[in-house]
């Protein structure tokens, strides 16, 4: 097995045709859904002047992994900060073979370059998603922790703010006591972030299948969080709630569970306040 240990060989470009597949799809390349893939393709495309940024290894032509980052302030993500590039994600299709290490290295390096350190919202034991431990190990520091998230930063400049999470403000949606028409007894609201799926939520049109054998009973609404009028509203980037109860699971939902929430909802009332559950990680 090859060891890119020394990154020697390793080359550093952007998304171009020789590597969008693998990175659009987040490696999963064709088995992916590939509206989606072009989605993120676009949209990747798109904030490219706004400061995103996809640094990809590559040895020779083959794709071995990626990083995306975006300027802190302003990002499309749950998380305030200053002076720092926002590393939303890294992934590595070979893992074990020191290309993390050589992408989180040269996002330092670029970022040193604007005068700038690095957050990252990285995960305590989901799944190898984000890990803590990698991201530690590399000498980033907790600035906060919240649930199974934790928000890691390393080379901030002098006199920067630790980065935060942003404080929920989400409330449950004003339901009609007795339903009827043009009044939905629930409302599903499904957060998304653009820097992974582009401008389509997977999420969301899961929901509205789900939601579809019940007409007009069940609302299905779709919250961009790309959109700073969003963020500040809610202060939510990523999250699925089914009349104000956050759904409990980090995975991508399915058909059936979101037909589950859908029908337990409709046989239940509306809480007063919203019902979060921060022991899972909504990062992806
Ligand atoms: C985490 C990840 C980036 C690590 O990449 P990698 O190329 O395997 O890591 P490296 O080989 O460069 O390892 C660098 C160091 O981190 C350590 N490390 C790697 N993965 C680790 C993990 N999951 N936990 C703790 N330490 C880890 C290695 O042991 C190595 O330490 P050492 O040099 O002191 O021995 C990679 O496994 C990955 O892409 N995971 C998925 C991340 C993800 O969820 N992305 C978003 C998807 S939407």
């Keep these: 097995m090859t060891s890119h240990r020394d990154s020697g060989e390793l080359s550093w470009r952007g998304l171009e045709p020789a590597n969008w597949l693998e990175v659009c799809s987040c490696g999963h390349g064709r088995a992916c859904d590939q509206s989606l893939v072009e989605s993120r393709r676009q949209y990747l495309i798109a904030q490219a002047g706004a400061g995103l940024e996809i640094l990809v290894a590559h040895h020779g032509e083959r794709p071995l992994g990626f990083a995306q980052t975006a300027p802190v302030e302003g990002v499309a993500r749950d998380v305030e900060g200053e002076g720092a590039v926002l590393l939303h994600c890294v992934n ?19 970022a040193a370059k604007l005068g700038r350190g690095v957050v990252v919202d990285a995960c305590a034991g989901v799944w190898g998603f984000m890990p803590e431990d990698f991201f ?19 080379d901030l400049p002098t006199g920067a703010g630790l980065p935060r999470y942003f404080e ?36 969301a049109a899961v929901a509205r299948r789900a939601a579809a054998s019940y007409g007009d009973r069940v609302l299905v609404r779709e919250w961009n969080c790309g959109d700073a009028g969003v963020r500040g509203r809610f202060g939510v980037a990523r999250a699925v709630f089914v009349n104000g109860v956050m759904r409990p699971n980090g995975d991508t939902i399915t058909l059936e569970e979101a037909g ?22 909504r990062l992806f």
């Design 92 to 110: 590595v299709f070979s893992s074990g073979r020191g290309v993390g290490r050589a992408l989180v290295h040269e996002v330092r390096r670029r």
């Design 136 to 154: 530690a190990r590399l000498g980033f520091r907790v600035a906060q922790a919240k649930g199974q998230r934790r928000l890691m930063y390393i």
């Design 168 to 203: 929920p403000r989400y409330s449950p949606p004003d339901l009609h006591p007795d339903g009827g028409p043009g009044h939905p007894e629930v409302i599903v609201d499904v957060f998304f972030t653009p820097l992974c799926s582009g401008l389509l939520s997977e999420e």
């Design 260 to 281: 589950d929430l859908i029908a337990m909802a409709l046989g239940r009332p509306a809480p007063v306040t919203a019902v979060w559950d921060d022991s899972i990680s």
